[in-house]
């Protein structure tokens, strides 16, 4: 007999977006800050529309950070770890 | 015995790879004058290594647009054709992986806070195989 699954899709969304998730996300967002340079913050994870997924960012707050990103790539390097 | 394990220069490789592709410069250091035509800049930007034989590069790409009036569609362009390229390299030894892990995100459009000129900037993963000595 062949059996039959059917995904609770919702439940996915509840998973991308459980507590424990989003401190993660926020723990990745603020390391990724800290490693960009002074002037860049980290914006706690929300719920996305959509599909429901957490995320987090990394945003550049002031004029100098801003400038880093542009002339040095600070966050594609923080990301990536150099 | 211990045998040692190298990896290829992959911003050298990353140029080599472009240039005859993009029909443009291609440069890891910004000249000074800038080029006057669009240009792309390779950097190095971080990356993982995924085992003792292969690491995943990131390569962040900025495609400058030129000086004139098109500059704008220029750096478009040059942008677009790039992601096309980085997208399908494929070689025995570098490569960029199919499908969602090939870059980090869509190329993004910048402007130099210096000369004001268009760039369109993307970030690859390139993976790289060891080279035995």
Redesign the interface.
């Given at each position: 007999m062949a059996t039959q699954i059917k995904l609770y899709s919702k439940g996915f969304a509840e998973i991308r977006t459980f507590p424990k998730v989003m401190k993660m996300l926020d723990d990745i967002a603020e390391a990724t800050a800290r490693r960009a340079g002074e002037g860049f913050e980290a914006e706690p994870a929300k719920p996305t529309g959509g599909r429901v997924r957490g995320r987090a960012a990394v945003v550049a707050r002031t004029t100098d950070a801003?400038?880093a990103q542009?002339?040095s790539?600070a966050l594609?390097?923080a990301?990536?770890?150099? | 015995m211990v045998e040692a394990l190298t990896f290829g220069n992959v911003e050298a490789d990353t140029m080599a790879y472009l240039e005859p592709l993009v029909l443009v410069d291609v440069e890891r250091v910004l000249s000074d004058p800038l080029p006057p035509g669009p240009f792309v800049r390779v950097l190095l930007t971080g990356g993982r290594r995924i085992n003792l034989s292969l690491i995943e590069h990131r390569v962040t790409l900025e495609c400058w647009g030129g000086t004139g009036t098109d500059a704008d569609s220029q750096a478009f362009t040059l942008g677009q054709s790039t992601y096309g390229h980085m997208g399908a390299w494929r070689t025995d030894s570098i490569w960029v992986p199919e499908g969602e892990n090939a870059f980090v995100g869509s190329p993004y459009a910048d402007v130099d806070p210096d000369t004001k000129r268009p760039r369109y900037v993307m970030t690859a993963n390139v993976r790289q195989a060891v080279t035995h000595l």
């Open positions: 801003m400038r542009a002339k790539r594609e390097r990301i990536g770890g150099a | -």
